[in-house]
């Protein structure tokens, strides 16, 4: 009976050393990294140039944990006016041509942060076509119209097609 009691206590013993090993390998839990990524890609330090025209673009983030740790992120703008965060966090709206500075910072260690310039551009319109128009308002075949120098006044319909 006592040895039984001693074979016991024993194993009881192994067991609780076992698992304060394996408790002690395991690693905190922690953020260890941070990125930004745009089409699933990681924006570099040139940072990130769209246009305007788009109305909205939506951005991701890559965190490495360890342990059991939350991956998400928070998303802000320093200059809302010209981007701001939609409610759902990871959309971006873009109101005004100009820059700003979006950082994701991560739920579980609010020191653990990635900022990009983001660069809105302006909608630049496209000039499609231009054709000279008679009095008609009909094209002059190849654009080539003659005037008479000696009259004082001429008319000139113009027609322009812009794209943007």
Known sequence: MKKLKILVIALVLTALCAGF?????????????????YNGSAVG??????????????????????????EEAT???????IASISETGK???????????ITATAAADTSKKDTITLT???IVPEVVSIAIL????????????????????????VSVEVRG
Not at 21 to 32: G, H, N, T, Y
């Open 21 to 37: 090993a394996a408790c002690r390998d395991k690693a905190p839990a922690a953020v260890e990294s941070i990125k930004i990524t």
């Open 45 to 70: 330090s040139e940072g990130l140039t769209v246009n305007l025209a788009r109305e909205a673009i939506a951005l991701d983030v890559e965190i490495k944990v360890t342990g059991e740790c939350s």
């Open 75 to 81: 998303f802000t703008s320093s200059a809302p006016e």
């Open 91 to 101: 959309t971006v709206l873009l109101h005004a041509a100009g820059k700003t500075e």
């Open 120 to 122: 809105v551009e302006p």
């Open 134 to 157: 008679d009095e008609n308002g009909a094209p002059y075949e190849n654009g080539k119209f003659q005037v008479d120098l000696a009259e004082k006044s001429f008319k000139v319909s």
